[in-house]
């Protein structure tokens, strides 16, 4: 099979240390493909090509098999970090290419190529020469302006094309400079004019952001440049479309993520993956012999029996040949979840005392006290969020496919409620038919949920209103805590019956929250208050009536009363994109309280 990249003119090779990233915003905020804005220079995170060529990368292999099964990789990978536990530089562990190359000088107002500075000393500064003939200096800055497209592709705004409506300067130089400068002394776009340096054409900025801005029989098609990946292009016939380079439609993240539990948190599974491969080609002898010579001194606290077991427990989940679906992970997560009194080597949980006034509702309270997560990046998609359909919108990670994935675990905590299906069920009867309009807009989004259901809103926007109150009484930021709903998936996929919500606290760089959360849910009592606490904060909004009456909130109508006022969190703490959100579903109306699970005790407190 042909190699889908063609090589373009080679750039420029020269590394430098730009910046620090936190290592695990790699796998989620600032991962691969996304552009970074460092203190000095702007950039793109490079691709994974070259993780697995340092000297002792195998020691940086994850393994988790429930996410191995449904994502299709062999292990994962975590990026290589020499700055610490905490940072990963960005020149000495993960490659970044200067992005957009595009420059602007606010002193003389050019649009500078990157390229041009290649011999200076300081690339920051502005190379062009005034009426009196001495250097500019003015301080560059990244070009606000990005192209990209619906494949993922990105590229520089073509500030020579835009001014000369796509024709040849006058001048007949092929890269004729350009300059950028308000009129009337304002900021915004609209105000922004193009002045070509060489035969004086103008054009105003206005109109550059319209879907069909690059379309049409003279128009410009996107270039397929994946400047995350070097010198190489794609063939694309999309039509780009200009974008703010800190907009937040440059990049999306398609991540996967799953909880690290028995039997696979078991340390022994654990070092037999890394060697089962070998393993599967030897004779029972040879086996036997491999373990006890080879993987048993480097682990000899686990002790003979427990590895062999452990061969023999991943070899019968390979072996059975099992296609696993995020569904079933889910519902495997959710029997152990269910479970009292389980310890093992990197997941423990028990039971809790559930405070008096909500035991009519819950069913289960756990603590998760030892919690591993591994999280997985695939890919990553520009201009819209990945639909869950469509993978060949799915930008690549590296030129040449590979047989693992970028990852990062994540060591935590958690609370875990399990609600009473009977009561959800009463509620749910009760509600009647309030949540066909929101079906409506969810069928005609892109955003699809296979838990869409007047109970996954409830459990979804419980969460969410938790861990709020978490965040404003016991110290937390709400960003540092993330959910996961496990409700019924109403696809087909899967029919195990799920009705839980686990919130939890997790960290690549450190044991854990020690033991923030684990306090707040073994303290009946300031449980208690916490939970009364936020059923009171969840009956009013700063935005009502109209939050709470409201029936078109969020994107694409896809909330109800949910606002940032009061039931929004941060992206990175929720599951799926702040939407399928309602307030009332928890506490209901004033005038009508059987429209929430939990509004009579609301009504009461």
């Not at 430098?16 to 000095?40: A, C, N, P």
């Not at 020149?91 to 107002?109: A, G, T």
């Not at 805590?481 to 409700?487: A, G, L, Q, T, V």
């Not at 606002?563 to 009508?592: I, K, Q, W, Y």
Request: charged share 25%.
């Amino acid at each position: 099979m042909s190699n889908p990249f063609k090589r373009m003119k080679k750039a420029n090779k020269i590394k430098h240390h730009i910046g620090e990233i936190r290592k695990s915003q790699i796998i989620s905020t600032y991962g691969i493909g996304s552009i970074v804005d460092f203190v000095r220079e702007t950039a793109v995170i490079g691709g994974v090509d070259d993780w697995d060529k340092d000297d002792g990368w195998e020691n940086r292999q994850l393994t988790n098999e429930n996410l191995q099964s449904f994502t299709g990789a062999k292990y994962f990978l975590s990026p290589k970090v020499s700055g610490g536990a905490s940072y990963l530089l960005s020149n000495q562990d993960i490659l970044s290419y200067v992005f957009p190359q595009k420059l602007y000088c606010p002193v003389c107002k050019s649009i500078i190529d990157y390229r041009e500075l290649t011999n200076q000393s300081n690339k920051q500064k502005c190379n062009q020469y005034g009426k009196n003939g001495k250097p500019c200096n003015g301080q560059l800055v990244a070009s606000r302006f990005v192209l990209i497209c619906e494949n993922g592709h990105m590229e520089d705004f073509p500030y020579s094309w835009w001014v000369h409506s796509g024709k040849p300067c006058k001048s007949g130089k092929s890269v004729p400079r350009v300059k950028m400068y308000n009129i009337g002394g304002r900021s915004d776009t609209e105000s922004l004019i193009l002045e070509c340096a060489e035969c004086g054409e103008k054009r105003s900025m206005v109109g550059v952001f319209n879907k069909n801005a690059f379309a049409g029989e003279n128009g410009r098609p996107c270039c397929g440049k994946h400047p995350h990946l070097g010198d190489f292009t794609q063939e694309c016939t999309a039509v780009p479309t200009t974008r703010l380079r800190a907009s937040s439609g440059i990049y999306f993240p398609v991540t996967q993520s799953a909880l690290l539990i028995p039997p696979w948190s078991q340390r022994a599974i654990h070092q037999i993956e890394k060697e089962y491969e070998r393993l599967s080609y030897m004779t029972n002898e040879k086996q036997v012999e491999y373990i006890k010579n080879c993987i048993l001194p480097k682990c000899p606290y686990l002790g003979l029996d427990n590895l062999l077991d452990a061969y023999e427990t991943l070899k019968n989940r390979r072996k059975s040949n099992m296609i696993r679906i995020e569904a079933d992970v889910y519902a495997d997560e959710y029997k152990i979840l269910c479970k009292d009194k389980i310890s093992e080597d990197r997941y423990s949980s028990h039971f809790v005392n559930i405070p008096n006034d909500f035991k009519e509702y819950f069913d289960i309270e756990s603590v998760v006290d030892r919690l591993v997560v591994t999280m997985t990046l695939s890919g990553f998609t520009r201009l819209y969020p990945y639909d869950g359909k469509n993978s060949e919108r799915i930008a690549p990670l590296s030129l040449e496919k590979k047989e693992w994935l970028p990852a990062t675990e994540l060591n935590g905590e958690g609370i875990f409620i399990k609600f009473k299906k009977s009561v959800i069920d009463r509620w749910i009867r009760r509600i009647g038919s309030r949540y066909d309009e929101l079906k409506i807009s969810h069928q005609n989004s892109f955003f699809k949920s296979p838990k869409f259901s007047p109970q996954y809103i409830l459990l979804h926007t419980f969460a969410h209103l938790f861990i709020r109150q978490l965040a404003n009484e016991c110290g937390y930021s709400a960003a540092s805590m993330r959910e996961k709903i496990y409700s019924t998936f109403t696809d087909g996929t899967n029919d195990t019956v799920m009705n839980g919500v686990l919130i939890y606290l997790s960290s690549s760089d450190s044991d854990g929250s020690l033991g923030g959360l684990i306090s707040v849910a073994e303290d009946t009592e300031l449980l208690d208050k916490v939970l009364k606490n936020m059923l009171k904060e969840a009956r009013w909004c700063s935005g009502d009536p109209l939050c709470s009456t409201s029936m078109h909130q969020g994107f694409a109508s896809l909330n109800y009363a949910a606002c940032h006022a009061c039931t929004l969190l941060p992206e990175t703490s929720c599951e799926f994109r702040n939407v399928l959100l309602d307030r009332v579903s928890v506490v209901g109306m004033p005038d009508n309280l059987q429209l929430g699970f939990m509004g009579e005790l609301a009504n009461k407190l």
